[in-house]
């Protein structure tokens, strides 16, 4: 009876390992997976079927390794943080509390927080201005008769409204429906494009001059670099997991990315639009992919703003207070906390209005401004940074082998990015 009562008590604890596993894989993925994968056929288009295939598993596998080499960072700023602590729970405290910027401090100084605060703020308010961008653009298609301009303006009284939600957790149901709204979108476009399946007789095998811009919108695409730390420090114990659910999930987005991007540029060959939705036949099932999407995106716009406007409020903060460097590393007061609320309101609206301004000035050149964003920030985030901060955290542990590694990582972003903004800025242009 004893043995019984043992197995009944281990079954449930294995129930909720497995299922916080899932959770942790469910979160690892949510942070790369968005609604840039609407872009990715047009993305195949400007590098071809051949070169956009290899270039996307080339972002892939960079992309997971520097994961890991900003992971591998913090935990090396963690332990510096231990060897002038005494207390574990502090320590632990510590870990869990870090953020991307804090490990710039620890490999750069404090001008790293600003240097990684700066990229943070172009690319997820970037990201910001694209979703105005599709919310203009797809209303108009829903009701010609509705201006781009007027619809971006009534979204961003009500993003600004939303924006005023002062504590992420809040929003945790606005997450769900996101999810299940960009997935509605993903399963219905890409069964439309698998029943209509002929292959277009002007696809290429490679574009070279164009290529760039495939590479700001690939490696936009994989948007996690900026939460991969907080969500490996809230796996506590798990995180012995983080490698295996982080190659699991950039495999699982690689191949969503990758089917929606080849599929696509076959149907609809070199002329596929910047927004694959708009390639849809006018009736019922688009329409209501188009109203799923967009109530997705307009649910996902807090989640991406909240940083720009973390990042804005911490700065006006430090401004009022200044602190050196340990008061960053060490858990403290947010720096937010000490503007007064008429300030941190009219703050978001004007970052809310800000990008729906920037999105009415660039209504019809998604697909441009994505790999503006991608080229910009998300190359140095995802790239550069990491492979930099390693060999300045970890100069004396890397071999010859792994500091020309490193070489190649940074000038793969900053040669890659370099020529997707120029090539970004003249398609423009």
């Given amino acids: 009876m004893q043995e019984m009562h043992t197995d009944h008590v281990r079954a449930p604890s294995k129930s909720r390992e497995v299922l916080e596993t899932l959770g942790n894989f469910a979160n690892v993925f949510k942070a790369f997976i968005g609604v840039n994968y609407l872009v990715m056929a047009f993305a195949m288009s400007q590098a071809g079927i051949i070169l956009g295939s290899v270039g996307i598993l080339v972002v892939a596998v960079v992309t997971s390794h520097c994961c890991q080499l900003i992971v591998k960072c913090k935990r090396t700023a963690v332990a510096k943080i231990a060897m002038g602590v005494n207390n574990s729970d502090e320590i632990e405290d510590a870990a869990c509390s870090l953020q991307y910027g804090d490990v710039a401090i620890a490999a750069i100084g404090n001008n790293g927080r600003a240097l990684v605060d700066t990229f943070l703020v172009l690319t997820q308010f970037g990201f910001c201005v694209s979703y105005f961008i599709f919310i203009g653009s797809t209303l108009n298609a829903l009701a010609p008769s509705m201006p781009v301009d007027g619809t971006i303006g009534i979204f961003a009284v009500l993003e600004g409204l939303i924006s005023l939600i002062r504590d992420l957790r809040h929003l945790s149901g606005v997450s769900v429906i996101a999810n299940i709204a960009l997935l509605y979108g993903f399963v219905v476009v890409l069964s439309h494009e698998a029943q209509d399946f002929s292959v277009n007789k002007d696809i290429v095998y490679a574009r070279w001059d164009t290529a760039p811009i495939f590479f700001g919108l690939a490696t936009g695409a994989y948007e996690g670099i900026g939460t991969i730390i907080p969500i490996e420090s809230s796996m506590r114990e798990k995180r012995g997991q983080f490698t295996m659910l982080l190659r699991a999930a950039v495999i699982c987005v690689t191949v969503i990315l990758g089917s929606f991007g080849i599929l696509g540029y076959l149907v609809y060959g070199p002329d596929v639009d910047q927004i694959i939705i708009s390639e849809l036949p006018d009736n019922g099932v688009s329409r209501a992919v188009r109203i799923g999407l967009l109530v997705g995106v307009v649910c996902t716009f807090p989640l991406q703003m909240y940083p720009v406007i973390e990042i804005f409020e911490g700065l006006l903060g430090r401004m009022i207070t200044p602190h050196g460097e340990g008061a960053?590393?060490?858990?403290?007061?947010?720096?937010?906390?000490?503007?007064?609320?008429?300030?941190?309101?009219?703050?978001?609206?004007?970052?809310?209005?800000?990008?729906?301004?920037?999105?009415?000035?660039?209504?019809?050149t998604f697909g441009y401004f994505s790999s503006i964003v991608g080229a910009v920030g998300s190359s140095a985030l995802a790239f550069v940074l990491p492979a930099l901060f390693d060999c300045l955290m970890h100069r004396a542990l890397l071999t010859p082998v792994l500091l020309a590694k490193n070489a190649l990582i940074i000038a793969f972003g900053v040669l890659g990015g370099a020529a997707g903004l120029y090539t970004s800025i003249k398609a423009l242009v």
């Fill in 328 to 364: 960053y590393l060490l858990a403290g007061p947010a720096s937010s906390a000490r503007l007064g609320p008429i300030s941190r309101t009219v703050l978001r609206f004007v970052l809310v209005a800000g990008a729906a301004g920037l999105a009415i000035l660039f209504q019809n």
